[in-house]
């Protein structure tokens, strides 16, 4: 992938271009671009283009998605304008906004989620996996804008260690109130990870792009 990027960002399915919706794909922390794009495989949607950023050392910030907002300072930013890099990037080859899948998990969904609602438009879909908006409990969110009717997922366990349920119901609302068409799953002692049926959901969610194409 060519541009002013200032990380590596690795790809896979159909070249970038016009004819194809895009999967931006956000690793988890300690995880890699590619392990994002093993994904790709099992999503099993050859045509569709699917890049994957790579966090400096492997974290998008440095503590909790719960901690206050200036403990993550100034990594978070960082790796919001990284999304935002790549973002800009596909639409520079004539891709609308509303072809565009932007996906999470745990730390990337994270990453993901907030980065819609600091960012809202009509997007293709957002998806996060084990995940929720950013900051800490009783936060102000004065996101602006409107996501516009698009389709955002979130799955979450009921028991994930590091995503605690109330967190997740909060950003499912607060992804509505900007406009969002959510569908929020709760997997009774699931743990953290990805699961059969997140996936169903997102082959779903990018049949529905391949079709608008």
Not at 31 to 56: C, H, I, K
Not at 100 to 124: D, H, M, P, V
Request: glycine share 10%.
């Amino acid at each position: 992938m060519t541009g002013a990027l200032s990380v590596e960002v690795a790809q896979a399915g159909s070249p970038l271009g016009r004819e194809h919706p895009v999967a931006i794909l956000l690793h988890g922390r300690g995880g890699t671009a590619q392990d994002m794009l093993s994904l790709a495989e099992a999503f099993g949607q050859p045509n569709v283009t699917y890049l994957a950023p790579q966090a400096p050392g492997r974290t998008w910030y440095p503590y909790s998605f719960l901690a206050p907002y200036e403990q993550n300072e100034p990594a978070l930013s960082h790796a919001l304008e990284i999304v935002a890099q790549v973002v800009s990037r596909v639409m520079r080859e004539d891709i609308p906004a509303n072809s565009i899948l932007l996906l999470g998990f745990s730390q990337g969904g994270c990453l993901a989620l907030e980065f819609a609602a600091r960012n809202a438009k009509r997007y293709g879909a957002v998806v996060g996996l084990s995940a929720g908006l950013i900051g800490p409990k009783g936060a102000e969110r004065n996101y602006d804008g409107s996501l516009a009717s698009t389709p955002v997922f979130i799955g979450c366990s009921d028991v994930d260690h590091h995503i605690p349920l109330w967190r997740v119901r909060e950003s499912t609302e607060e992804m509505r109130r900007l406009g969002a068409d959510v569908i929020e799953r709760i997997y009774p002692r699931l743990g953290h990870t990805i699961n059969d049926d997140e996936i169903m959901q997102v082959k779903k969610m990018l049949t529905e792009l391949e079709g608008l194409k």
